[in-house]
């Protein structure tokens, strides 16, 4: 959705690897190697470290191990380097290793005497290690190490770095076993999961996760979520920290108990429900107020919540364009919604949305921002409309955490694209799937969008039934319960740049979905009468064109069986 018109948008992913050839003696770190890198975790700032033009600090989140991570920031003209010159032993190997995060994140070794090395990444959204070997010349007793960015790419990530080989002399950082994990708590529970936090530990690299004594799970950060558990069960669950040195003692034992058994959130939502988008700005279409919404609508979701300076956080400004006379008269409009039995939701993103969740601190932020915003106002829940990617580890946190703020009567819809939601591994599908619990219906937009694959590996082009049913499968057969599937479509030519069909196919698709009839070439191998039902962009487009599609879809939804 956007703030004007949307006109097509293309994607195109292109994947880049490289292949480095290293030549090198491959040896067994002996009980004698050591890690001859000094502040290596950077707990001490960047004592020891040299960065170009200024471009490395430290922070204190994100972090893989310890209190503290390397940040570089690269410019136009800068890679944002960060190196050191470590004492090393001649005729030696040694091997090169760091935990990174971000885009285009190098790491390599020069002044080798021999061949140097380096390795890279073409990013990541959350830590992943960078690993690479070299040996030195028969007189080399110096090496530079050094990790950096790209230019004019975003910020970097490292922590944890090591030069694991025979001491050169200089000696290395002390390691020693890291301390017992403390203040474990238990978050949020699901049916089948629950999520665990703890404070971190200086010194650790990573922790182990043990449930009812058994380790379940190796996490580098101070969170985990434990899945694959069975519902209204208590578990008992530790952690411990780890490092080069070994692993600490377990921590005090937390118990926690699973949910029972059940769907996700949805509040007084019906059982089969259509969604349509609110515009709280003039585009050219029908300027509406919410009590000129027709009632055929059961979710309208008010377009857009605002980014603000504060990462994560979102806030709401009423558009003096929709004619209301005070923020009051727009409230009693949402009251009046909800006492016919409608939910009135914040939409938050939308094509120029820029509102980003990628720590814990802006998770915590959007959940308390959001919260803020449905008691302000009387809001029932959120949308995710977010176009321009998310992180789905930390969207998860803050659904989970407004979830836990606002309760069982929730109501929480998505709207990804159709890139988005090809694969279980894509950000928005792991979101959706981690939030299953919560989460009311994904309304996929099936427009702007070109040709994609179905569940059977197929093709298939915008604009026809077997684009809606083949793409519906996909969510229907990746783990999305029925309930939380609906079909999200133009009300008008004029609502979508490309992909508008007629109300008629989208009925013919429902009954497909939910009846087996009605189907194109694409047949699915059988129904999901519970399919939640549609969505539309937008009830201003729709007024524009005389409610035509929620006169024809909104009874067909309604009808279903």
């Not at 990013?123 to 110096?142: H, K, P, R, V, Y």
């Not at 803050?398 to 694209?417: E, I, R």
């Not at 009300?491 to 013919?508: K, L, Q």
Request: glycine share 12%; net charge neutral; charged share 10%.
């Amino acid at each position: 959705m956007d703030r004007a018109r949307r006109w097509i948008k293309g994607a195109l992913a292109v994947t880049a690897a490289a292949a480095l050839g290293v030549t090198a003696l491959a040896t067994t770190a002996q009980a004698a190697d050591i890690n001859v890198a000094k502040n290596a975790g950077f707990e001490s700032d960047l004592s020891n470290w040299t960065c170009s033009a200024g471009t490395g600090s430290v922070v204190g989140s994100p972090v893989h191990g310890g209190a503290k991570a390397l940040k570089g920031t690269p410019t136009a003209q800068d890679t944002a380097q960060c190196s050191q010159a470590v004492a090393v032993k001649p005729n030696s190997t040694y091997t090169l290793s760091s935990w990174v995060q971000g885009s285009y994140v190098y790491l390599g070794a020069s002044g080798t005497g021999t061949t140097d090395v380096s390795t890279w990444t073409p990013g990541s959204s959350g830590w992943q290690q960078l690993s690479t070997t070299f040996t030195t010349g028969a007189n080399t007793t110096s090496v530079t190490v050094y990790t950096h960015g790209w230019y004019g790419q975003s910020a970097y990530y490292a922590d944890d770095v090591s030069v694991l080989g025979p001491d050169g002399g200089g000696g290395g950082d002390p390691v020693v076993i890291p301390a017992v994990p403390a203040g474990l708590a238990a978050g949020t529970a699901t049916s089948s999961s629950v999520d665990l936090s703890w404070n971190p530990v200086s010194g650790a690299t990573g922790y182990n996760v043990y449930r009812d004594g058994s380790k379940v799970a190796s996490v580098s950060g101070a969170s985990a979520t434990v899945t694959g558990l069975a519902a209204a069960t208590s578990y008992s669950f530790q952690v411990s920290a780890t490092n080069s040195a070994g692993e600490s003692a377990k921590s005090a034992a937390v118990t926690a108990r699973t949910a029972a058994s059940g769907g996700g959130g949805g509040g007084t939502v019906p059982k089969h429900a259509v969604t349509g988008y609110w515009q709280n700005f003039n585009n050219g279409a029908t300027v509406q107020k919410l009590r000129d919404v027709p009632s055929q609508y059961d979710i309208i979701a008010v377009s857009f919540a605002d980014a603000t300076s504060t990462p994560g956080q979102i806030s709401f400004t009423l558009d003096p364009a929709v004619g209301y006379a005070s923020a009051a008269d727009f409230k009693a409009d949402i009251a009046a919604k909800q006492a016919a039995g409608k939910s009135v939701i914040l939409s938050v993103g939308g094509e120029k949305g820029s509102v980003s969740v990628n720590s814990d601190a802006s998770a915590t932020a959007f959940a308390d921002s959001a919260y803020s915003l449905m008691q302000q106002y009387g809001f029932d829940g959120i949308d995710i409309d977010l176009e321009n990617g998310l992180n789905s580890t930390y969207m998860s946190k803050a659904l989970h955490q407004l979830s836990a703020k606002a309760g069982a009567k929730l109501v929480l819809t998505m709207a990804p694209q159709t890139i988005d939601m090809q694969s279980t591994s894509g950000e928005y599908f792991k979101t959706a799937l981690n939030v299953k619990d919560i989460l009311t219906v994904v309304n996929m937009q099936y427009y702007n969008s070109g040709s994609m694959l179905g569940c059977d590996g197929k093709v298939y082009s915008q604009g026809s039934v077997d684009f809606l049913t083949a793409l519906a499968c996909i969510q229907l057969e990746g783990g999305l319960d029925p309930s939380q599937v609906g079909l999200g479509v133009p009300a008008s030519t004029r609502g979508a740049g490309s992909g508008y069909v007629d109300p008629s196919v989208v009925n013919n698709a429902l009954d497909c979905l939910t009846r087996g009839t009605g189907c194109g070439s694409f047949k699915p191998a059988r129904t999901y009468p519970g399919l939640r039902g549609a969505m539309t962009w937008s009830t201003n487009w729709d007024a524009t064109a005389g409610n035509a599609w929620s006169n024809s879809v909104g009874p067909k939804v309604h009808s279903l069986p």
